[in-house]
């Protein structure tokens, strides 16, 4: 990666030995290491849900405003905002620190925000086995902000519904208002 950075310098017209880009390819390099750490195979996604508490509760569990950092895969530059993840239970819940690192993981790779949102509510759907789960993911892309359109806080909105949230109205839309209610 330090070589690889240290051409793009190069590419770019820059003097990679110059004072202070001497030492910016070893920082870059360190910097996506942990941008990427889930491509690193270190941890499962499946194992982030490992930990299950047999409950009856069959009302939907919502955990709102989920603040995450992903890398556009196309541009490499970050997209920010906000995750909102749902889930009516099966025969089991998890605890409620754990659908935010399921948001982290997928943050953690080149990403693109449609794959993203689908990725989080398969991933509890195939593990939890809830009667249904909705992803919502809000986010800025800076390849949008800073090039290209450049309209500054433009942001998109991405919804993955499963089982109970995809077939019934009444479900989505009690999702919908209480995501979108003040807080
Ligand atoms: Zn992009």
């Known amino acids: 990666m330090e070589d690889g950075f ?9 003097d990679p030995n110059r004072e202070g880009l001497i030492d910016t390819p070893k920082r870059v390099a360190k910097m996506y290491a942990e941008l990427m750490t889930s ?6 996604a499946e194992d982030i849900l490992k930990t299950r508490f047999h409950e009856k509760y069959d009302e939907m569990i919502i955990v709102p405003d989920i603040q995450f950092a992903s890398m556009c895969e196309h ?3 970050p997209f920010t905002g906000k995750a909102h993840v749902a889930y009516i239970p099966g025969d089991c819940v998890v605890g409620l620190s754990k659908i935010p ?6 943050a953690r790779l080149p990403q693109i925000q449609e794959r993203m949102t689908r990725q989080i509510a398969e991933l509890i759907q195939k593990v939890l086995q809830p009667k249904g789960v909705a992803v919502v993911l809000e986010a800025s892309h800076m390849c ?3 090039r290209g359109v450049k309209k500054p806080g433009a942001m998109m909105v991405t919804t993955q519904l499963l089982g109970r949230f995809k077939t019934d109205e009444k479900t989505r839309a009690e999702f919908m208002s209480r995501i979108y209610a003040p807080r």
């Open 6 to 14: 240290r051409m793009i310098l190069e590419g770019m017209g820059e």
């Open 144 to 146: 949008m902000t800073m």
């Open 101 to 106: 690192r399921v948001v982290e993981y997928y």
């Open 75 to 77: 541009h490499f530059l």
């Open 39 to 44: 491509l690193s195979g270190e941890t499962r």
